[in-house]
């Protein structure tokens, strides 16, 4: 039974963890704590994708002194060879006696993998320490492999009486500087961002990450005509090379005929019908491409696509103490007749930041 020490161990390394944060997409946050005679002898984090994971700074940091000491980790230790060696090897190799580890990778390459491979070398191994705060600390990599597709947050900057923007399409700036900031944050944490045509017409947004530490996200910009200014940033200012047009056959040879030198990636998607493009089609195509999560920043025409598609995991809504009365509403129509069949929320949390609320929850979708 894991005792006080245990978990103050397993809360620390959880802290360790969140260091990460931004950082080390597509990998998840990791914090690990080496604990000898009641004493940390050494603790880390994984810093990015491709840097010495948690556990084996942990171990460099406490060099000999490892030997016989017990290892509080946040995720099972890997047992495959990625851009790094198996941690496992690591572990057995430092001759540390005990590992406790909160949560299972889900991944298939580690599930169980490593736990097995530490139990055959004689080290005790238990499971499951703070595991619900270890699995939500990696939301985004836990919903990715249960899913089997990206994990899709949906963010929306609105006012107290639910519009986006103006009946005028002003939307510069609802939300205060800490939102905005902590939507920067999000776009750290996923591997792209979604957004219509209408919003790169009419806002012209960078969609970079700044403010926080972090990675730009791919911009995926959904556009079934592909009628798009050449000028807007998205496509003038690409020297990450990560602005992607989702477009149909048509759209994307008129995208080709412009002959816009700016080193776009297109995908060229079925229309559907309406003339749109299927939602699920793409995430599919995201799937296929690498990326393991999304955010939707679209205005309400894209949003209400997903919501219908049921293709939200997580919203995040940072709310504005303003009226403005008649706007733009987050949403269009999704047909709904009676209250009991609007969409309900789980877990859902409420943070203050500065004068705006920000709301967070998972939709409930009635098939899953």
């Not at 946050?29 to 942990?58: F, P, Q």
């Not at 705006?356 to 998972?362: A, C, E, R, T, V």
Request: net charge positive; with cysteine.
């Amino acid at each position: 039974m894991a005792t006080a020490d245990d978990k103050k161990m397993m809360s620390l390394a959880l802290e360790l963890a969140t260091k990460g944060r931004g950082t080390t997409t597509p990998n998840p946050m990791v914090g690990a704590v080496l604990v000898k005679s009641g004493r940390v002898i050494g603790s880390g984090y994984h810093k990015r994708a491709g840097s010495a994971h948690a556990e084996v700074v942990a171990i460099r940091k406490a060099g000999k002194n490892a030997k016989r000491a017990t290892l509080y980790v946040t995720l099972e230790p890997c047992h495959h060879v990625g851009r790094t060696g198996p941690c496992t090897e690591q572990i057995i190799k430092a001759g540390i006696k005990r590992v406790h580890y909160a949560v299972s990778d889900p991944d298939p390459r580690v599930a169980g993998k490593g736990a097995k491979a530490l139990r055959r070398a004689g080290i005790n191994v238990s499971r499951g320490l703070l595991r619900a705060e270890a699995t939500a600390l990696n939301e985004i990599h836990f919903g990715y492999h249960k899913l089997g597709r990206p994990y899709i947050i949906a963010k929306v900057a609105q006012t107290l009486d639910g519009n986006i923007a103006t009946i005028r399409n002003d939307s510069q700036w609802i939300t205060n500087d800490i939102s905005r900031k902590y939507a920067h944050r999000l776009r750290a944490m996923v591997d792209g961002v979604v957004i219509g045509a209408h919003t790169l017409r009419v806002d012209n947004p960078l969609l970079t990450v700044r403010n926080v530490q972090g990675p730009n996200p791919y911009r995926l910009v959904v556009t079934a005509g592909a009628q798009l200014p050449i000028s807007s940033h998205l496509i003038s200012e690409n020297t990450d090379l990560r602005t992607i047009i989702v477009t149909t056959v048509t759209g994307a040879r008129r995208l080709k005929k412009r002959k816009s030198p700016h080193n776009i990636i297109i995908w060229e998607l079925p229309e559907a019908e309406g003339g749109h493009i299927d939602i699920a089609s793409i995430v599919d195509q995201a799937n296929r491409f690498g990326i393991k999560s999304l955010l939707v920043e679209g205005g309400q025409t894209l949003t209400t696509a997903f919501v219908k598609a049921k293709l939200i995991d997580k919203w995040v809504a940072m709310i504005a103490p303003k009226l403005i009365g008649a706007g733009l509403s987050q949403l269009g129509d999704l047909k709904t007749k009676r209250i009991d069949h609007g969409i309900a929320f789980s877990n859902s949390t409420y943070e203050q930041l500065g004068s705006d609320i920000m709301f967070s929850g998972y939709p409930v979708w009635g098939d899953r």
